[in-house]
C-alpha cells in the first residue's frame, strides 16, 4: 500500500554511518586505506547523511585515510564526512585536519560521563568532566560549525549530571548531541525513558539534533535504537551489517527497513536508498570479513527463503501471507548475470563504472585480463563475482610477499603436500615446500617456512560468492600475531580454486601484520600501520 | 553485585525451546533422527522446561524422531515434550502418537487469525474459525492435560477477534496461550500493547499461562518477546542461536541472559543452566549448517572479544568498564583440551560419556580409532573437536553412497584435478576423475559423474573448529535438486583436509536428497523422508 499520496509530511531521521570507525573496531575487521575509501563511496550511493571515516589520531594512516574519503566522497552533494576525537586538543587537531577537506565537515569528539568510567578509567571529578566538555567542545566549534559531543558510556551515567554535561556541551557548540549506551546494557524501556528526559529536560534542547547509538550485547540494538527516536532523536548511529565492537552496532539496514516498513505506524522517513543495502551489506562483509548468519534480518541468506510447506503454500495463494517486504526493496534478485566470455573490453568498463569502481587504465587492463580468466572456468559472471575480483586485486594491504606458484596434492592416500613460491621484498624468490594436516596447512605451513612470522591462525572461514558447483570461494582469515598482543589481522582472498584463495587470504593477514609490525619489513606508504589508540563512543 | 539475598521471590519465566520444530524449517537445516536426539539431550542438559520435537503429522519419519525423544527425553525429571499439529484430526491423532511416551507430554494445535491468512490461505470465515478452534481443543483434550494453542499470525489479526478465539480456547481446555508475530511485524511497543490487552481482557486469563514467540524480520525478536514478559508472558519460544524461517526465531540465548543479567530490572528467573549455552549453541550450528556470525550476541566469536585500544585500556583498570557478563556464565573459555595422543580408551569413554555420547561400543571403538587419527595430525583436541568426529561419523544421513578414496591435485601450474573412489549400493564401486575450476569443484564433479543426480549448490562453507594452523576444516554445503521443487538438503563434513571435509559434506547433501527423493535407491531405515507439509506458528 502506497500511502505518500495520503500521508502527512514526515520527519527524516538521518542515518550516521559508523561502519569504518565503530565497524572497522571489531576484531579482525581492519580494512586498508583503498578498502575504506570504496565503502565510503558505497555509504554515499546508499545515501547515508554522515560518514564517520575513522578515529584519526589513532595513526597518520588513519589520519590519512579520513583526509581521503573528505576530498573524494564529501562533495558539496555528498555525506557530512565526521572524524572522532577524544576531548584533547591533539585528536581535535588532528580529526579537523583529516575531515576539513569535505565540503560538509563535522568534528565528533567524546568523553565518558559514568562514574566507573570516570573513576576507574579516567581518574576525573564530575567538575573535571563538565569542565573539559565545555573546554574542549568551544576548542572544536573554532575550527567547525557542525560539532557533534557524545557522553561515553551515558547509559551507565546518572541522568541528572548527564543533562549537566549535555546542558555545556550546547553552550559551547556543540550542535548534535549522541547518547551512547557504549556497553549494550539498557533495554527498549529503559534507553527510551533516558532518550526522553534528555530531550526534555536538558537547557538548550530545542538547538541540538539527538542522536542515538546503541550496541547488541543482550540482543537490543536495533530495538533500543528505535525507541531513541520514538522519544526524540533524529540521528541514529549504525553500521552495515551490524558489526562492531563485541556484539556490534545497531544495523543500519534493521533500522532502515523498520522505519520504511513501518512508515504508516512511526510516520519518519530516511534519505537512504534502500536498493543499494544487498551492496552495501556484500561490501562490508567481504572487505571486513565478518561473515553474516544466514539469519540475520534483512541481509541474511535465508532473510526471504521460506521452506515450510505451509509457507509456500501461502505464498502462492498470496504474497503478503508471509512476506512483510519484497527481495526487491533492498536490491536483492535484481538482474546479476552481466558478463559472459564473449564480453569486450568496453562492455567490461561500462559495467564497472556502473558498479561506481574507478579504476586507471592500468588497472581497468588488469581486472578485465581477471575477468577474461574467470570467464574460461565460470558459465556466468556476476557483479558480485566483479565485486569479489576488484577486492581481492586493488584492495588488499601493501604486498611485502607476493605469491607466484602454488602447486598441492591431497586425497586419501598421501600426506597433504604443498609446494609454494613467493616474491620477496627486493623481488628476491623463494620455494618452499611442506606436509601439514590438510592441503591448506600444508600450504600455510609452506608460507610460514618462507616468511617466519610466528602467528596463530584464529579463524578461517571459506564461502562460495555465488550459486553453482563452479562458483568463486571467498577465504577469510584471521591471525594473531605471538607477541603478546592481542591485535588481529585479517585477510581476504578470492579465487575459483579454494587453496588458492585460502593462500592469498593468508598471505594478506601475513602481509597487513609485518606492515603493521614494521620491524625489518619497514612500512610502506600509508595502507595500514600502528594503531596505537583507539576508541568507541 | 549478587543481589539474590535480598530480592523477593520471584517469578519463572518457561523457555520453550522450538529448534527441533521451526528452526529445522530454516532453509537448508534439516536435521537427522540422530542429530535431534543430540539436541534435545543437550536441551535438556541446557534447563529447557519445553521442546517442541517437531511437527509430527509431516512426515512418518517426523513422527518417530518425534517419539524417540519423548522416549529418551522425556524423562519425570525431564522436559515436556510437545509437537506441533494445525486443528485436524489427523495432525493431532498423529501428535499425541508421538508425544506419549513423554512423562510429561503436551499437544500443540494452532490455527491461523488474521484476515489475509483466513481470506486467502485458509478460506474459512471468522465462524469457522472460532468452531474449529473450539472443537479441536477439545479433541486434544481427550488425550492430553497439557494443551497449547496458537492463532497464527496473530500479529496481523484483529485484537477483539483474537479474544473471542482465545477465550474459546480457554473453555475447550487449553492450558497455555502463545501469541504468534508469525511475519515479524510488529515493534516491541505494539506487542506489548496487544499481549497485554489480551491477558487483561480475555476471559478466563487466570486459568492459563501466556506466552510469546516473536520473529526477527525487522530485529525486533528478543525486544518483542521481553516486552510481552513485560506484559505478563510467562513462556517464552525461541530458538538456540536465533535460527528458524526466514529471519529466524526469538534467540533463547539473548532472552535468557537478558533475564540473568538484568535480573535486578526485570525479577525474572528461567530454569536454564547459562554454561550449556556455548555447547548448545555451537551443537546447534554444526549439525543444521546454519554458522553464527562473529558479532552474534552471547555467541558470537567477537562478543566477549575487545578490540580498541581505550577498551582494553579500560578492561585492564576494571572489567566492568566495557563488560556486563563474564564469558565464564555462559560455558566459554572454560578448559576446552582434554586429550592427546597418549590417551587411552578408558580416557576417551568417560571424556565421550562427561560430553553425554551414549554410544554403543562399537560406535564407541569407531570414534577412538578416528580420535588416535586426529591426535596423531593435531597436537590437542578439544571438546569441539569430538563433538565434530562424532557429528561426522554418527549422525549423518544414511550412506547410499560412501567415499573411499579421494586423491587431489591443484595449483597454479595446472588444472585443478580430483579422482574419487565411492562404494554405492549392494558394494559396488565406482571410479571416476574430472578436472574443475578448482579442487572442490573437480571433486565435486567426479562424484556427480558417478551419481548422476542433478543439484544446484547454493551455499558452501567451511569453518575451522578450532584455533591453530592444525585444525579441523567443518565444511557445510546446501544443494537443491533440479526437479523444480524449492527443497533444500545439507550436508556437513569434518576433517583436517578441507577437501576432505568438502567432498564428506557433499556427499551428505547428495545422500540426503536421494533418500528423500526415493527412486531408485529407494528409502532407507527412518533417518529421513518427504516432508509433505510443515508448518509455522
Given at each position: 500500500m502506497?500511502?505518500?499520496?495520503?500521508?502527512p509530511?514526515?520527519?527524516?531521521?538521518?542515518i550516521f554511518d559508523?561502519?569504518?570507525r565503530?565497524?572497522?573496531q571489531s576484531?579482525?575487521?581492519?580494512?586498508t586505506?583503498?578498502e575504506?575509501?570504496e565503502?565510503?563511496?558505497?555509504?554515499?550511493?546508499?545515501?547515508v547523511?554522515?560518514i564517520?571515516?575513522?578515529?584519526?589520531?589513532?595513526?597518520?594512516?588513519?589520519?590519512l585515510a579520513?583526509?581521503?574519503i573528505?576530498?573524494?566522497v564529501?562533495?558539496?552533494?555528498?555525506?557530512?564526512i565526521?572524524?572522532?576525537?577524544?576531548t584533547h586538543?591533539?585528536d581535535?587537531?588532528?580529526?579537523?585536519e583529516?575531515?576539513a577537506?569535505a565540503a560538509?565537515?563535522?568534528?565528533?569528539?567524546?568523553?565518558?560521563?559514568?562514574d566507573i568510567?570516570?573513576?576507574?578509567?579516567l581518574r576525573?571529578?564530575?567538575?573535571?568532566?563538565?569542565a573539559?566538555?565545555?573546554?574542549m567542545v568551544?576548542?572544536?566549534k573554532a575550527?567547525?560549525?557542525?560539532?557533534e559531543?557524545?557522553?561515553e558510556?551515558?547509559?551507565?551515567?546518572?541522568?541528572?549530571?548527564?543533562?549537566?554535561?549535555?546542558a555545556v556541551a550546547?553552550e559551547?557548540?556543540?550542535?548534535t548531541?549522541?547518547?551512547p549506551?557504549?556497553v549494550?546494557?539498557l533495554t527498549?524501556?529503559?534507553?527510551?525513558d533516558?532518550m526522553?528526559k534528555?530531550?526534555?529536560e536538558t537547557?538548550g534542547?530545542?538547538?541540538?539534533?539527538?542522536?542515538?547509538?546503541?550496541?547488541?550485547d543482550?540482543?537490543?540494538?536495533?530495538?533500543?535504537?528505535?525507541a531513541?527516536?520514538k522519544a526524540?532523536?533524529?540521528?541514529?548511529?549504525?553500521?552495515v551489517?551490524g558489526?562492531?565492537e563485541?556484539?556490534?552496532n545497531?544495523s543500519?539496514?534493521?533500522v532502515?527497513m523498520?522505519?520504511?516498513t513501518r512508515?504508516?505506524y512511526?510516520?519518519l522517513?530516511?534519505n537512504?536508498?534502500?536498493t543499494?543495502i544487498?551492496?552495501?551489506?556484500?561490501?562490508?562483509s567481504?572487505y571486513?570479513g565478518?561473515?553474516?548468519?544466514?539469519?540475520?534480518?534483512?541481509?541474511g541468506?535465508n532473510?526471504?527463503?521460506h521452506?515450510?510447506g505451509i509457507?509456500?503454500d501461502g505464498?502462492l495463494?498470496?504474497?503478503?501471507t508471509?512476506?512483510i517486504m519484497?527481495p526487491?526493496t533492498i536490491g536483492?534478485?535484481?538482474?546479476?548475470?552481466?558478463?559472459?566470455?564473449?564480453?569486450g573490453r568496453h562492455?567490461?568498463?561500462?559495467?564497472m563504472e556502473?558498479?561506481?569502481?574507478e579504476?586507471?587504465?592500468d588497472?581497468?587492463q588488469t581486472?578485465?585480463?581477471?575477468f577474461k580468466?574467470l570467464?574460461?572456468?565460470?558459465k556466468?559472471v556476476t557483479?558480485?563475482?566483479?565485486e569479489?575480483?576488484v577486492?581481492d586485486?586493488?584492495?588488499?594491504?601493501h604486498e611485502?610477499?607476493g605469491?607466484?606458484?602454488l602447486q598441492v596434492a591431497?586425497?586419501?592416500?598421501?600426506?597433504?603436500?604443498?609446494?609454494?613460491r613467493l616474491?620477496g621484498?627486493?623481488d628476491e624468490?623463494?620455494?618452499?615446500?611442506?606436509?601439514?594436516?590438510?592441503?591448506v596447512?600444508?600450504?600455510?605451513?609452506a608460507?610460514d617456512?618462507?616468511?617466519q612470522?610466528p602467528n596463530t591462525?584464529?579463524?578461517?572461514?571459506v564461502?562460495?560468492?555465488?550459486?553453482?558447483?563452479d562458483a568463486m570461494?571467498?577465504?577469510?582469515v584471521r591471525?594473531?600475531?605471538e607477541?603478546g598482543?592481542?591485535?588481529?589481522?585479517?585477510?581476504?582472498?578470492?579465487?575459483t580454486?579454494i587453496?588458492?584463495?585460502?593462500?592469498?587470504?593468508y598471505?594478506?593477514?601475513v602481509?597487513?601484520m609485518l606492515?603493521?609490525?614494521?620491524g625489518?619489513?619497514?612500512k610502506?606508504e600509508?595502507?595500514?600501520?600502528?594503531?596505537?589508540?583507539?576508541?568507541t563512543?
Open positions: 502506497d500511502t505518500k499520496a495520503v500521508e509530511a514526515v520527519d527524516v531521521v538521518r559508523t561502519t569504518l565503530d565497524g572497522e576484531p579482525g575487521a581492519s580494512l586505506s583503498a575504506k575509501l565503502i565510503a563511496r558505497q555509504l554515499s550511493r546508499l545515501g547523511d554522515i564517520e571515516a575513522g578515529f584519526p589520531a589513532a595513526s597518520p594512516d588513519d589520519l579520513v583526509q581521503r573528505a576530498q573524494e564529501g562533495t558539496p552533494d555528498g555525506p557530512i565526521t572524524g572522532l576525537a577524544r586538543k591533539g581535535i587537531d588532528k580529526a579537523w583529516a575531515v577537506p560538509k565537515p563535522r568534528i565528533h569528539t567524546f568523553l565518558a560521563t559514568s568510567h570516570m573513576e576507574r578509567k576525573m571529578s564530575r567538575e573535571e568532566v563538565v573539559r566538555t565545555r573546554e568551544a576548542y572544536a575550527y567547525c560549525d557542525d560539532i559531543f557524545s557522553p558510556d551515558a547509559g551507565r551515567s546518572d541522568p541528572d549530571f548527564l543533562i549537566e554535561v549535555l550546547i559551547a557548540g556543540a550542535t548531541l549522541n547518547i549506551d557504549t549494550g546494557y527498549p524501556d529503559e534507553y527510551y533516558l526522553h534528555l530531550i526534555t537547557p534542547t530545542e538547538q541540538v539534533i539527538w542522536s542515538v547509538h546503541c550496541h547488541d543482550l540482543g537490543f540494538a536495533t530495538a533500543n535504537a528505535i531513541g527516536v526524540g532523536a533524529r540521528q541514529v548511529e549504525c553500521t551489517n558489526i562492531g563485541r556484539a556490534g545497531t543500519l539496514e534493521e532502515v523498520t522505519l520504511h512508515r504508516p512511526y510516520h522517513a530516511t537512504i536508498d534502500t543499494q544487498t551492496r552495501a551489506s556484500r561490501m562490508v567481504n571486513t565478518m561473515i553474516i548468519q544466514p539469519n540475520k534480518a534483512i541481509v541468506s532473510a526471504f527463503a521452506e515450510a509457507h509456500q505464498l495463494k498470496d504474497k503478503r508471509y512476506e519484497t526487491e536483492l534478485n535484481q538482474s546479476r548475470l552481466v558478463l559472459g566470455k564473449h564480453s562492455a567490461f568498463r561500462v559495467r556502473e558498479l561506481g569502481f579504476l586507471s587504465d588497472d581497468l581486472a578485465f585480463e581477471r580468466e570467464a574460461d572456468k565460470k556466468t557483479d558480485a563475482d566483479l569479489a575480483l577486492a586485486e586493488f584492495y588488499g594491504p611485502i610477499f605469491l607466484m606458484d591431497c586425497g586419501t592416500t598421501g600426506m597433504p603436500t604443498a609446494t609454494v616474491r621484498p627486493d624468490e623463494f620455494v618452499q615446500a611442506a606436509i601439514g594436516t590438510g592441503p596447512d600444508a600450504c600455510f605451513q608460507i617456512k618462507i616468511i612470522a591462525l584464529i579463524e578461517y572461514s564461502h562460495s560468492i555465488t550459486e553453482g558447483i570461494g571467498e577465504v577469510t591471525i594473531t600475531s607477541n598482543s592481542s591485535r588481529t589481522f585479517g585477510g581476504y582472498g578470492a579465487d580454486d587453496i588458492m584463495a585460502s593462500a592469498k587470504a598471505l594478506a593477514a602481509n597487513r606492515t603493521v609490525k614494521g625489518k619489513y619497514g610502506p600509508g595502507e595500514t600501520s600502528t594503531i596505537t589508540v583507539a576508541a563512543a
